[in-house]
């Protein structure tokens, strides 16, 4: 292979940019299960270093609930801020977040196509490379056939759900 269309390649691994605070118990899950998975990714403690404005822009546009799924609205910072982050403009919005870093939810967990806000053990397997995801999948199917059996209908609904999320 040459150099150049291995540096074509290289240029494909995507990469995974993980968002944390030091005192999040969420955080040191998330970052387990990433490393778990030998997934390679950039470590942001986004209280030191909050988002630059392309990549908050980058995540509001992979939210599926928009810019106010990143802003956790139940913990103190944000109440003590006293701002209703919902009449912000866009561009107020972001400069509010770079300020105040530490109203985001966490840990925030961002490739080119995928976003995890918060840690969720069933969500996060979206970055499991696709082929790797379909062989967990193969795999559970083969072993739920073999349980099946075993089981009632709605335990093996529940696991398949499961793992088709993986």
């Known amino acids: 292979m040459s150099a150049t269309s291995l540096n074509q390649k290289e240029r494909w691994i995507p990469v995974i940019r993980y968002y944390y605070s030091t005192s999040c ?19 942001i403690n986004f209280i030191t270093h909050p988002p630059t ?11 599926d609930d ?4 990143l802003i956790s609205k139940r913990g103190d910072a944000y109440k003590d801020l006293g701002v ?6 866009m561009d107020e919005l972001v ?10 939810r966490r ?9 995890q806000i918060g840690y969720n053990e069933d969500d996060i397997c979206q970055f499991l490379p696709r082929h790797i995801r ?33």
């Open 25 to 43: 118990n969420s955080c040191r899950k998330g970052r387990h299960w990433l490393k778990h998975h030998n997934l390679v990714f950039e470590e």
């Open 53 to 63: 404005r392309s990549e908050l822009l980058h995540m509001f546009y992979l939210s």
């Open 66 to 69: 928009g810019p106010e799924a």
């Open 84 to 89: 209703d982050t919902s009449r912000l403009t």
């Open 95 to 104: 400069d509010f977040i770079q300020a105040h870093p530490q109203i985001l």
């Open 107 to 115: 840990p925030l967990i961002v490739d080119q196509t995928h976003i």
């Open 134 to 166: 379909k062989a967990k999948l193969s795999l559970a199917r083969d072993s739920l056939n073999t349980f099946a059996k075993t089981m009632s209908s709605d335990e093996i609904a529940d696991e398949f759900s499961y793992l088709k999320n993986c």
